[in-house]
């Protein structure tokens, strides 16, 4: 029995030391070719790495690659005005009767522009154009063309050509609402009219600093609304050239540039462009009637709110728009706002005058079928209502 037992104890032993030799001969047949892989993705790679190395390809460089063709130099014959003031007629008595003498005289001046289509329609600043006789473009192979204005919009500085070709090489137009702060930016144009001398736009890089920056009505009189501002230098002549994100699409179009002093100081990393959306609409308004139409409607008279209007309503404030008539079918009407009503805010702006009212709509480019939320106090209580704008009836 004994000698039994130890045949079994010794068979176990034999039995777990195979066991264990077999295992350890697995892992041995395993272990090189998981080092094998390892060497193959270490080899792959290095080999990837050499490729794009050696290619120096990246997303901007496919970016400028496929957008260049698109870019135009462009190059204005304008008439200037300007005043001359005669040493004699200093005397304000001589000035009130003969004042100083106008002259007019022809000006160049240089800008960029892009084509957004094959047929030959071409977008750049209005300020680029302005009171032109003559407009030039030069493309990228060296052809040029003779543009005329299709139409243009001086408050938001923005300028549709055209010229006369086919399968002409056109941009991508992005969507300059889907932005991200810190994406990449590529500014394309023509600073100092460098596009003469190689027929190649310049290309700038930098990234999306900001977005939706109001700047309202400038000294001007043009209002740049939901600016982009990048740090991709923008210099004189970049204006009306596309600015460009990393798949080469166009999501805005340069208009200006902050300096530490004067524009001709160049650009300090404080560039602003239209956004393309922006663009877009106004773009379809221009192609139908050569101007935006900006005539919009009401019904609702008001007056400023005085100190005693403000005591008998019990306002806190002496500030918002008293109304005192509403036209039957008008805007005003269909959106619910009342005789008696005081406007106190549009689109949340505080109102302290009638005359806010109108700069609103004015300053952030409203049109027949946009929406004034109104906030009014209506018998001592706080009351919103949608205002949509209408076309005027006469």
Do not use: C
């Amino acid at each position: 029995m004994r000698k039994n037992n130890i045949y079994l104890i010794i068979i176990s032993i034999l039995i777990v030391v195979l066991l264990i030799e077999n295992n350890l001969k697995k892992q041995e047949n395993k272990t090189p070719l998981q080092v094998k892989n390892a060497g193959l993705v270490t080899e792959n790679r290095t080999q990837i790495n050499s490729l794009v190395s050696e290619s120096r390809r990246n997303a901007i460089t496919e970016a400028v690659a496929k957008v260049s063709p698109a870019v135009v130099g462009i190059n204005v014959k304008a008439i200037e005005k300007y005043r001359v003031s005669n040493p004699i007629l200093d005397d304000p008595f001589f000035r009130y009767f003969f004042g100083d003498q106008i002259y007019k005289r022809e000006v160049q001046s240089l800008g960029s522009g892009f084509i957004i289509s094959e047929d030959g329609f071409i977008l750049t600043n209005e300020h680029v154009i302005e009171n032109p006789t003559e407009i030039n473009i030069t493309l990228t192979d060296g052809r040029k063309f003779r543009a005329t204005p299709v139409g243009t919009d001086f408050v938001t500085d923005i300028a549709l050509l055209k010229i006369e070709g086919k399968n002409l090489p056109h941009v991508t137009l992005g969507n300059s609402d889907d932005i991200i702060i810190g994406e990449w930016a590529i500014a394309l144009g023509n600073p100092f009219g460098l596009f003469e001398f190689n027929d190649k736009p310049t290309v700038t890089v930098g990234v999306i600093s900001a977005v939706n920056i109001d700047f309202g009505k400038m000294h001007n009189d043009r209002i740049y609304q939901d600016m982009i501002q990048t740090d991709a230098s923008i210099n004189p002549g970049n204006s009306g050239g596309p600015l460009v994100n990393s798949r080469g699409e166009v999501i805005g179009m340069n208009a200006f540039i902050f300096t530490g002093g004067k524009y001709s100081e160049g650009s300090i990393g404080l560039g602003f462009a239209i956004p393309i959306n922006k663009v877009k609409k106004i773009v379809k308004e221009l192609k139908l009637y050569g101007e935006v139409h900006r005539e919009v409607w009401t019904g609702v008279y008001t007056i400023d709110v005085t100190r005693w209007i403000a005591a008998a309503l019990g306002l806190r404030e002496v500030r918002g728009a008293y109304i005192t008539d509403i036209k039957r079918g008008s805007p005003g009407e269909k959106a619910g706002l009342k005789k008696g009503d005081v406007i106190l805010e549009v689109n949340n702006i505080k109102i302290q005058n009638r005359e806010d009212i109108s700069r609103i709509i004015m300053e952030q480019d409203l049109r027949p079928g946009d929406v004034l939320e109104m906030k009014v106090l209506r018998r001592g209580r706080k009351v919103t209502v949608n205002l949509v704008l209408e076309k005027p009836p006469y």
